[in-house]
């Protein structure tokens, strides 16, 4: 069972980015699955979540209206459009698998390894 995330990098405030979280095996279709980001110095936070079905999705309120959830369960993937990205977005992304598209980091039980993004200014 494996999570892997992609797609940071380095991008100017005002830029886009997209990440993607492939997972290994087809039984993830059926878990929801959720973005979480840790910035140096702070504790790792909730950044989006999507039912395993995809019909609802969940938003902090620093990323809503900027950042977009969604998911392919053909493919096995799950996708972060980020855009509108400001400095503070700079984090370590990283995707999660869990039986409820919840907004608590004890709720996952399956994390893929993080990707960097950082946003200049």
């Known amino acids: 069972v494996q999570l892997q995330a992609s797609g940071g990098g380095l991008v100017q405030a005002g830029g886009s980015l997209r990440l993607s979280c492939a997972r290994s095996?087809?039984?993830?279709?059926?878990?929801?699955m959720g973005w979480f980001r840790q910035a140096p110095g702070k504790e790792r936070e909730f950044v989006s979540a999507?039912?395993?079905?995809?019909?609802?999705?969940y938003y902090a309120d620093s990323v809503k209206g900027r950042f977009t959830i969604s998911r392919d369960n053909a493919k096995n993937t799950v996708d972060l459009q980020m855009n509108s990205l400001k400095p503070e977005d700079t984090a370590v992304y990283y995707c999660?698998?869990?039986?409820?598209?919840?907004?608590?980091?004890?709720?996952?039980?399956?994390w893929g390894q993080g990707t960097q993004v950082t946003v200049s200014s």
């Open positions: 999507i039912s395993w079905g995809g019909e609802n999705t």
């Open positions: 095996e087809r039984t993830f279709r059926h878990y929801a």
């Open positions: 999660a698998a869990g039986a409820y598209p919840a907004r608590m980091i004890k709720e996952y039980d399956y």
